[in-house]
Structure formats: structure tokens, C-alpha cells
């Protein structure tokens, strides 16, 4: 079993920045896959980054140069630095763990950029 509990959304105008911090709990979160979603009003959830338990990375091309996932499995913790936001990165983030083919999820963190 493994929680995760966001944080660091906020409102934040075009070109500024943001740190998302997922916090988990459970023995599996350090050898989990991880990942960041988001879904924006109307829109299915979509992958924005993910990172493996040995550190592969992989982007959604709208964040790509914008966006970094990273982990600190000490802390069992996953981050999304977030710079030169835009408006279309606007919407609800989570945080994702998958492990034997189980998807947990936390329960959200609202980012808003303003144009």
C-alpha cells in the first residue's frame, strides 16, 4: 500500500515558477514508478513526466525544457520543478506510484497560471 499527499500548487502568473513536492509513505514507494499527472477543466488526465526507480526520465512534449521530475527515495519523496509556466499548464496535478501493475494515486494539487 502506498499514500501520497501533493503539495506546492498555487496561482502563479505566465513565465513564473513552481515546485511540486509528493510525499509517500510504504515500504514500496522507493522501487515504484513514479509520475506526475494532469488534468486540466474538460480535459482527461494526462502524463506530464515520469521517472523510474533507477532515474530514467520521460516528458510529455508540452513540458519538455520546462519541466523536471526528480526523486529522493530517502525521503520518500518525488518533485516536479515547474519553470516558464503558461496558462495551458493550468489544472488539478497528481501524483502517480505504480507498482505491480497497481496505480496509486494522491489526491491532488491545484496549479493556476495566470496570462
Known amino acids: 500500500q502506498v499514500q501520497l499527499v501533493e503539495s506546492g500548487g498555487g496561482l502563479v502568473q505566465a513565465g513564473g515558477s513552481l515546485r511540486l513536492s509528493c510525499a509517500g509513505s510504504g515500504s514500496i514507494f522507493s522501487i515504484s514508478h513514479l509520475g506526475w499527472y494532469r488534468q486540466a477543466p474538460g480535459k482527461q488526465r494526462e502524463l506530464v513526466a515520469g521517472i523510474s526507480r533507477g532515474g530514467n526520465t520521460n516528458y510529455a512534449d508540452s513540458v519538455k525544457g520546462r519541466f523536471t521530475i526528480s526523486r529522493d527515495n530517502a525521503k520518500n519523496t518525488v518533485y516536479l520543478q515547474m519553470n516558464s509556466l503558461k496558462p495551458e499548464d493550468t489544472g488539478v496535478y497528481y501524483c502517480?506510484?505504480?507498482?505491480?501493475?497497481?496505480?496509486?494515486w494522491g489526491q491532488g494539487t491545484q496549479v493556476t497560471v495566470s496570462s
Open positions: 502517480n506510484a505504480l507498482f505491480n501493475g497497481i496505480y496509486y
